[in-house]
Structure formats: C-alpha cells, structure tokens
C-alpha cells in the first residue's frame, strides 16, 4: 500500500498548523471519535476521505488526556479511544528507526520522538510520539517485526530487553521477565 499517496506525506504537503499557538475559546465538544484501530468517525460514521483525516489530524492537539480539534476561533473537544495515531510503516536505516503513520507523519525515534512500551499478560504494545504529546501505536505487525530486532543490554544498573534507534536504547522489560 503506498500510504504517501493515499494519505499524501505530511512534508509534501507543507507545514502544519500551529495548534499549539493558538488559544481560542472552548466551543464543546463534538461527535467525533478516533478508535483504537485508527478508524476516524463522525457522529458514528466512518470518515473515508483520507484527505480530511489528514486535515483533521492536522489541527489535533492533546492537553493532558485530553484532545481536541482547534483553529485559530475555536477548540471542541473529540474522543480518543487510545492514541489518535497507528504506525503503519518501519524501516531501518543505518540503525535509525523510522515510522509512517496513518495519516502521513514520518518520524524517527529518537530523544524528541520516543518509543515508550506498555506492558501486560497480553504482551508489549509500543507507542511513539510523533509531534507535541500526540502518540502513534504500532501496528500489530510493525510490533512483532520491533520485538525481533530487540536485544538485552543495561539499563537502571540491570540487564533489560529493548530496542536501539541509534545510539538511544529504549527499554521494553526487564530481562529477568522474559
């Protein structure tokens, strides 16, 4: 699938919005929710025009758990079901990991867009955090294909399994977990 022509790459199409600049009144919130699988609806219907997911996406800003769509006149609020992201895409390239999403980021994770990991009975799901507190979760695939590249080194003074982007180790587990 060729996400930069169907959700247009996100340096192509320019500089986004500065949400973070903008300070306008809060309006409420609004029917629109983002699903755990990436899925954006509106008023309980799917949005299928990648372009206005971009759009969209574009003017999402995140205070604490918060999220909402904001413009230079108004901020309503929308739902988030977890991250308003998914990662799609990995490559690496000379030991730097890099990250397509959903809606046409690119990143690479590194000290101002960190891999963090949740941990359960179910396993790890790997997040990362594309531009100003918004995150994008692995796919499933993109997680099993991470999880074969970790390797075990120190950490916290104690061996711990995790992932190299670089030269930064992001940490998984505890090796003594495994």
């Given at each position: 699938?060729?996400?930069?022509?169907?959700?247009?790459?996100?340096?192509?199409q320019?500089?986004?919005?500065?949400?973070?600049?903008?300070?306008?009144?809060f309006?409420?919130?609004?029917?629109?929710?983002?699903k755990?699988?990436g899925?954006?609806?509106?008023?309980?219907?799917?949005?299928?025009?990648?372009?206005?997911v971009?759009?969209?996406?574009?003017?999402?800003?995140?205070?604490?758990?918060?999220?909402y769509?904001?413009?230079?006149?108004?901020?309503?609020?929308i739902?988030?079901?977890?991250?308003?992201?998914?990662?799609?895409?990995?490559?690496?390239?000379?030991?730097?990991?890099?990250?397509?999403?959903?809606?046409?980021?690119r990143?690479?994770?590194?000290?101002?867009?960190?891999?963090?990991?949740?941990?359960?009975?179910?396993?790890f799901?790997?997040?990362?955090?594309?531009?100003?507190?918004?995150?994008?979760?692995?796919?499933?695939?993109?997680?099993?294909?991470?999880?074969?590249?970790?390797?075990?080194?120190?950490?916290?003074?104690?061996?711990?399994?995790?992932?190299?982007?670089?030269?930064?180790?992001?940490p998984?587990i505890?090796?003594?977990?495994?």
């Amino acid at each position: 699938m060729d996400l930069a022509r169907l959700y247009g790459d996100a340096e192509a199409q320019g500089p986004l919005p500065p949400v973070s600049k903008w300070n306008p009144p809060f309006c409420g919130n609004i029917d629109m929710r983002i699903k755990h699988d990436g899925t954006w609806l509106h008023n309980g219907t799917p949005i299928t025009r990648p372009a206005m997911v971009r759009l969209f996406s574009g003017i999402l800003r995140r205070e604490g758990d918060l999220y909402y769509l904001v413009t230079p006149v108004e901020k309503v609020g929308i739902t988030v079901e977890d991250v308003p992201f998914i990662a799609v895409e990995m490559t690496s390239d000379n030991g730097f990991l890099s990250f397509h999403t959903n809606v046409g980021d690119r990143v690479t994770a590194d000290a101002d867009h960190p891999l963090r990991f949740e941990t359960d009975t179910e396993g790890f799901r790997p997040y990362i955090c594309v531009r100003d507190g918004l995150e994008a979760r692995l796919s499933r695939s993109l997680a099993q294909d991470l999880a074969t590249m970790g390797n075990i080194r120190e950490h916290m003074n104690a061996p711990w399994f995790g992932v190299c982007s670089g030269a930064l180790f992001f940490p998984v587990i505890p090796a003594d977990h495994l």
